[in-house]
């Protein structure tokens, strides 16, 4: 049940993060925006906690990959598409492997 739950609420994350990316897109430029947004000191304090938060997330997906390939992968990931990589992470390590459980999101990856 849990697991499904967390499927669920992935998945939304994914599809929320795909549609208002895809909005703001047809607003303006991510760049032009970045340079609005960091002009702003609450954008800026709302960058950072979100780059720790993306960060420290980053630190339980690199403790479960076994490769500093797919540790540097993820990394770039995260950092360039933030929420979205996270939702895709979850949701691939809920729905493939032997270890699809809820548990298995907190024990490392073995060896591929």
């Known amino acids: 049940m849990m697991r499904v739950a967390l499927i669920a609420l992935f998945l939304g994350f994914l599809l929320a993060m795909l549609a208002v ?4 897109s047809f607003d303006r430029n991510v760049l032009t925006a970045a340079q609005e947004i ?3 000191p609450w ?8 780059y720790f938060a993306f960060l420290t997330v980053y630190l339980w997906i690199a403790w479960r990959e076994r490769t500093w390939g797919r540790r ?3 990394l770039a990931l995260v950092l360039t598409l933030g929420s979205i990589a996270i939702s895709v992470y979850v949701l691939a390590a809920l729905l493939s492997g032997p270890d699809r459980s809820v548990e298995g999101l ?3 990856r073995r060896e591929a």
């Open 106 to 108: 907190f024990r490392r």
């Open 72 to 74: 540097i992968l993820w």
């Open 21 to 24: 990316t895809t909005y703001a």
């Open 38 to 40: 960091w002009a702003d």
């Open 43 to 50: 954008g800026k304090a709302t960058l950072f906690d979100t």
